[in-house]
């Protein structure tokens, strides 16, 4: 499965953005779709995922981030509401077998894509 990650870009706190993960492979749709994110300096994060059980999201991430599939598109979407400066990174989504928070079970990877926040 090949992932391509977009939609991040500049914006103040308090707005919102949609980040978008398109898959290639119809794989795509029995794999678990995490979100992570990493900010200068730190360890790369789960944010969200989403799995044909549910979804789970970081404390961070809870009540202003949505995490949606469209299988028919073979894509993901986060869509990020509320936004903080805190919130400020790269962000990746990834595809796996079996869902976890750990992104070293995550085997294929999106490129990134930078959300900026300022204050």
């Known amino acids: 499965v090949q992932l391509q990650a977009s939609g991040g870009g500049l914006v103040q706190a308090g707005g919102s953005l949609r980040l978008t993960c398109a898959a290639s492979g119809r794989t795509f749709n029995r794999c678990a779709v995490n979100w992570f994110r990493q900010a200068p300096g730190k360890e790369r994060e789960f944010v969200a995922g989403i799995w044909n059980g549910g979804t789970h999201y970081a404390d961070s991430a809870k009540g202003r981030f949505t995490v949606v599939r469209d299988n028919a598109k073979l894509t993901t979407y986060l869509q990020m509401n509320s936004l903080k400066p805190e919130d400020t990174a790269v962000y990746y989504c990834?595809?796996?077998?079996?869902?976890?928070?750990?992104?070293?079970?995550?085997?294929?990877w999106g490129q990134g894509t930078l959300v900026t926040v300022s204050s």
């Open positions: 990834a595809a796996g077998r079996i869902w976890t928070m750990r992104p070293e079970d995550f085997t294929s």
